[in-house]
């Protein structure tokens, strides 16, 4: 393991200069602001114990005297040790001379792992042993004096990134896993990317940093909450699933711009890629419309973008909600790739096709499509076969497979009834290639186009495992998507309304007049921002006329709006329009890192079921510690068992 010259790239981003904007009120303290996030190259040295890091020792330091500090990576021979720290790795050899022996049996002794200091002089590798893998690979250290700091007890498993071992153990010993050079990364890229987000909007855009509270209660709309019991029989904390609330309310404080690395918490149960606490960049500002926040989310990102990446285009593409389903069947396109969903239901009016005469005689009965590239060299007949059971499962869909060359139609008796005609119009709407193969069904056209959508991504997923290059592994697609209705039918009762972002979301300025009519088909103010088919960010423009956000909480709703008094009287003192955003931080830098998984850019994540399994929590805890919050655990009946054995 190599660390290459990535911590200097990392921080070269700081040197950007920075442009003044806005004159502010205290000068002082903004000049030494904007100096101190000048600097080139951090001081990785001060207050420490040592002279230098291991990873920063180049030929330009030959003959100079050091201290390192760091964890013993490998030793050759009971002669060289490499030696290591966050920033690099560094080559140690041990003195061999009589007057020495107490220096080496310290160095030769001390299991890997263990941690050292170590002082010497920086010499040159003897001609031949240069390794240009390693930065520091031209120059050793001929020690002098060495310290055991600790030594190393056999470990779980070897601190080398190519050694596999399973997530639950690096989990387990998070503080080990850590110590890996791709953790280390992508700790340090999260924490300059937040470090650059914040100069953009505190420095450049006069945004406040404001913290709020984690105790709080109930808000109506939206995700679970957990719960904090309290010492007051019968009353609860919960803990915010967003700062929703407290940052519309600093906007009626006349805060104007806030900004928050905000902590959030969703008991959603265990879903892949969530956490049950996650971090937001969390940001409000009054007097500002849906242009005025995208722009300042693109200016953000183009600013905080890491420099060992393609800059950011803005600005971004914009489909409406609508088009997006439509297109690509998700309110989350990956736009990386085409195989948009087409509509070809006239080229089937006159089928003698069953399936199709069936849908198009209903009354929102459409025929669709996708093209698969060169589906005929990479598609199994296998895959069509599971791609037809997956369709008729989950969706009661049927997929009909056609092979642009006829010949093809192997198990498809039914595409040999498409007439030469519909084949030459199909090619022309779909712009196919003769390996090509067309995934068609039929049905009502949100089905259909959900279906699709599914098929369209799984299908992307399959020819890249065959080979095919499809998305471009460093591009970053982003995408805006707008003209959200403001409601959709409630999941368990579809007959009532739930706020498809959240309650406190301002309708379309042009749908007013719907909600007292047909609010169904009322759009909002919301917008998403998409990054490569992940949902990255959500905000709105606020309601902040108290009479309708009544309206639409009581009435449309049906929520208790006694919950939100304080808000609702709120924006009856004089609240000024405003409108934010959130920025799921986790899940931008898992994109940007490449990582498989969330947890990777997360110190200290929860496993997939929520659980912490360094510590083990959550724990239980005895009966009479629970006794002060009025709290009794009742067992479930089958775990009373369990525990009894
Ligand atoms: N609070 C919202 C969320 O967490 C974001 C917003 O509307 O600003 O999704």
């Excluded at 085409?338 to 239901?345: C, E, F, N, R, T």
């Excluded at 998305?471 to 959709?488: A, E, I």
């Excluded at 007049?513 to 490569?532: C, F, G, I, M």
Aim: proline share 7%; with cysteine.
């Amino acid at each position: 393991m190599y660390f290459p010259s990535w911590l200097s790239q990392l921080y070269k981003g700081l040197s950007r200069p920075i442009r003044r904007t806005t004159q502010p009120i205290w000068g002082s303290l903004y000049r030494s602001l904007v100096q101190s996030s000048q600097r080139t190259n951090p001081e990785f040295n001060s207050f420490a114990v040592r002279t230098n890091t291991c990873g920063e020792l180049r030929s330009s330091h030959l003959g100079q005297e050091v201290t390192l500090c760091g964890w013993i990576q490998y030793r050759r021979q009971n002669t060289f040790l490499v030696l290591r720290d966050f920033h690099g790795l560094v080559q140690v050899v041990i003195p061999q001379d009589e007057s020495a022996a107490s220096v080496k049996k310290i160095l030769c002794e001390a299991p890997v792992e263990s941690v050292v200091r170590v002082s010497g002089t920086v010499t040159s590798r003897p001609a031949g042993q240069e390794n240009p893998k390693m930065p520091t690979g031209k120059i050793e250290i001929k020690v002098k004096t060495a310290e055991l700091l600790n030594a190393c007890k056999k470990l779980p498993f070897e601190i080398k990134d190519f050694m596999k071992k399973t997530e639950a153990l690096r989990l387990q010993y998070r503080y080990l896993d850590l110590r890996s050079f791709q953790m280390q990364y992508n700790l340090r890229l999260r924490s300059q990317m937040v470090m650059k987000m914040r100069e953009y909007l505190c420095n450049l855009h006069g945004f406040v940093d404001i913290e709020t509270p984690t105790l709080f209660k109930r808000t109506p709309g939206g995700a679970k909450e957990f719960l904090v019991p309290s010492r007051e029989p019968g009353k609860f904390y919960s803990l915010p699933q967003s700062p929703q609330q407290f940052k519309q309310l600093l906007m009626v404080g006349g805060l104007d711009r806030y900004f928050q690395v905000a902590r959030c918490y969703r008991d959603e149960g265990s879903r892949p890629d969530r956490q049950p606490e996650f971090t937001q960049i969390d940001i409000e500002m009054s007097f500002v419309d849906q242009t005025g926040i995208q722009s300042l989310i693109e200016g953000l990102l183009q600013y905080s973008w890491p420099n060992d990446k393609d800059p950011v285009v803005v600005p971004f593409p914009t489909v409406t909600f609508t088009e997006a389903l439509a297109t690509y069947g998700t309110d989350k396109p990956d736009t990386r790739f085409g195989m948009k969903i087409i509509d070809i239901s006239d080229v089937f009016r006159n089928t003698e096709i069953g399936f199709l005469q069936d849908a198009l005689s209903k009354p929102h009965g459409t025929v669709k499509a996708i093209c698969i590239p060169e589906g005929a060299k990479y598609l199994k007949r296998k895959d069509i076969e599971s791609i037809r059971k997956f369709a008729a499962d989950h969706f009661n869909q049927e997929i009909l497979p056609v092979f642009l060359n006829a010949n093809r139609n192997w198990n498809s008796p039914v595409a040999n009834f498409i007439m030469e005609s519909q084949r030459l119009e199909l090619i022309r709407l779909m712009d196919t290639q003769e390996e090509d193969v067309v995934l068609l069904t039929a049905g009502e056209h949100s089905k259909a186009c959900s279906l699709l959508g599914k098929l369209r991504l799984e299908c992307a997923d399959l020819l890249e495992t065959r080979g095919m290059v499809l998305r471009d592994p460093t591009l970053f697609s982003f995408l805006w998507v707008v003209d959200f209705p403001l409601f959709l039918p409630k999941e368990e009762n579809p007959r009532e309304l739930e706020s498809a972002h959240h309650p406190f979301t301002a309708p379309h300025p042009s749908d007013i007049h719907l909600l007292y009519t047909e609010p169904k088909k009322a759009r909002s103010q919301h917008y998403d921002l998409v990054l490569n088919g992940n949902e990255i960010g959500g905000g709105s423009i606020r309601i902040h006329n108290a009479e309708l956000q009544r309206y639409i909480l009581a009435t449309l709703l049906k929520e208790d709006v006694k919950i939100l008094s304080h808000l609702l009287q709120a924006l009856d003192y004089g609240a000024p329009p405003h409108g934010g955003i959130a920025l799921g931080l986790d899940r931008l830098i898992c994109l940007v890192t490449g990582s498989p998984s969330i947890r990777d850019v997360i110190a200290f994540p929860k496993s997939f079921r929520g659980h912490d399994l360094m510590s083990n929590a959550p724990d239980s805890i005895p009966p009479e510690e629970l006794k002060p919050y009025h709290i009794r655990v009742s067992w479930p009946t089958d775990s009373k068992a369990e525990r009894a054995h």
